[in-house]
């Protein structure tokens, strides 16, 4: 296990540089020590912790409005996503999970500067749409950053805004994984080591985002979550022949 809490480790220090949430990163490295509903409730309280770190980080202020407006319609559309994950084959969320990284990944890549137009209505298509998939899939941090980016909010606002309502999405998901039964006793352990994990990533995650050029970063993640979207298509093709 101790490669498990080493991506964990890797992944949160790329989640806090590449401005989008550390489960894009470790879920799919999760999944390669855990079925899918493991990892998914393990990847939500690591991200928990992640994510206040975050905020203390990088506490220079929340944009509050944006805050309530992203927010509410992710927390509503985050419980309806997590009521679904029991009623789904876990070979098709893998490959729902796929699908979603490797669009992600590719539109990331051929079109640098993506970011969708700010708007209210936008807003809450945004907040209820990377809800959704955070309660479904376990991620929703790289939509949620496309929507957040396209109101040029200063890196440690974006930063702590996005956490903050990262963090409302987990609250909101891990009651619904834990009374599914999602984690199973032997794995309680796992909590106050991934607690500590997460704390030690974004603080990492913080130094290196002063002085590490960034661009070259975030097409280095994003190769690597093509890649890993990629093998679940794959792997979800095979299980149908």
């Excluded at 506490?59 to 319609?73: E, Q, Y």
């Excluded at 974004?202 to 093509?226: E, M």
Aim: a positive charge; one cysteine or more.
């Amino acid at each position: 296990m101790l490669l498990f809490f080493l991506s964990a480790f890797i992944a949160e220090i790329l989640g806090t540089i590449a401005g989008f949430g550390s489960s894009t990163i470790f879920l799919p490295l999760a999944l390669l020590f855990f079925d899918f509903k493991t990892a998914l409730v393990l990847v939500a309280f690591f991200h928990v912790v992640g994510n206040i770190g975050r905020i203390s980080f990088f506490k220079k202020g929340l944009d509050k409005t944006l805050l309530i407006k992203f927010g509410v319609p992710s927390i509503i559309l985050t419980l309806i996503g997590a009521l679904l994950v029991s009623y789904i084959p876990q070979n098709a969320l893998k490959g729902i999970l796929g699908i979603f990284l490797v669009t992600y990944a590719l539109y990331s890549l051929w079109k640098e500067n993506f970011r969708i137009k700010a708007s209210t209505a936008t807003v809450i298509v945004g907040g209820g749409l990377s809800g959704f998939l955070a309660g479904l899939i376990g991620t929703g941090g790289a939509l949620r950053g496309a929507f957040l980016t396209g109101f040029g909010l200063p890196k440690d606002k974006y930063i702590a805004t996005a956490a903050a309502i990262a963090l409302a999405v987990d609250l909101t998901r891990i009651p619904v994984y834990l009374s599914e039964g999602f984690l199973q006793r032997q794995y309680y352990w796992y909590l106050p080591v991934l607690f500590i994990i997460a704390i030690a990533g974004s603080f990492t995650g913080k130094q290196i985002v002063k002085c590490f050029p960034y661009t070259v970063f975030r097409k280095i993640v994003l190769i690597a979550i093509l890649l890993v979207g990629a093998k679940f298509i794959f792997d979800l093709f095979s299980n149908w022949h």
